[in-house]
């Protein structure tokens, strides 16, 4: 099961539709949960071993990716989640060639500052991360997560 967000422009149906699912506009972090949700309660009901924290662990990833692609990215350009046998690939594209940084969650002079925990949280609950270039510019990251 694939359901997919993409930005596409305004009157051009996206290819595909009647399958996986499209959004136009920008692809929110709510949006993004709610996929996975659904694609991993399908699972769950086919019969396939679900961890107790499968769901959150997938939907607290497809947050923070697109979370960081509308901050950080220029803007979610597709969104897509899929099951991979036992686990869930989330993929978030971006506008971006900058990659992912990791920022010590307090400055320099030892106060705590904000931001800067959302990517240490992808890198710790998926199993495997990749950044890709993507030929039209920006990149695409996809992040696998257990369901067991």
């Given at each position: 099961?694939?359901?997919?967000?993409?930005?596409?422009?305004?009157?051009?149906?996206?290819?595909?539709?009647?399958?996986?699912?499209?959004?136009?506009?920008?692809?929110?972090?709510?949006?993004?949960?709610?996929?996975v949700?659904?694609?991993?309660?399908?699972c769950?009901?086919?019969?396939?071993?679900?961890?107790?924290?499968?769901?959150?662990?997938?939907?607290?990833?497809?947050?923070e990716?697109?979370?960081?692609?509308?901050?950080?990215?220029?803007?979610?350009?597709?969104?897509?989640?899929?099951?991979?046998?036992?686990?869930?690939?989330?993929?978030?594209?971006?506008?971006?060639?900058?990659?992912?940084?990791?920022?010590?969650?307090?400055?320099?002079?030892?106060?705590?500052?904000?931001?800067?925990?959302?990517?240490?949280?992808?890198?710790?609950?998926?199993?495997?991360v990749?950044?890709?270039?993507?030929?039209?510019g920006?990149?695409?990251?996809?992040?696998?997560?257990?369901?067991?």
């Amino acid at each position: 099961m694939t359901e997919q967000c993409r930005n596409t422009p305004a009157g051009e149906p996206p290819s595909g539709a009647g399958g996986p699912e499209w959004c136009a506009g920008a692809c929110k972090p709510s949006e993004a949960r709610r996929a996975v949700a659904r694609v991993v309660a399908a699972c769950c009901r086919a019969g396939r071993p679900c961890g107790e924290h499968a769901v959150s662990d997938a939907q607290l990833v497809a947050s923070e990716l697109t979370t960081n692609a509308i901050l950080h990215g220029g803007g979610v350009t597709e969104f897509q989640v899929e099951l991979v046998g036992c686990e869930v690939r989330v993929c978030v594209s971006d506008r971006s060639d900058r990659l992912p940084v990791a920022r010590a969650v307090a400055a320099d002079d030892g106060r705590s500052r904000l931001g800067g925990r959302g990517w240490p949280i992808v890198c710790r609950l998926a199993r495997d991360v990749e950044v890709l270039d993507l030929p039209s510019g920006g990149k695409r990251i996809s992040a696998v997560v257990p369901l067991s």
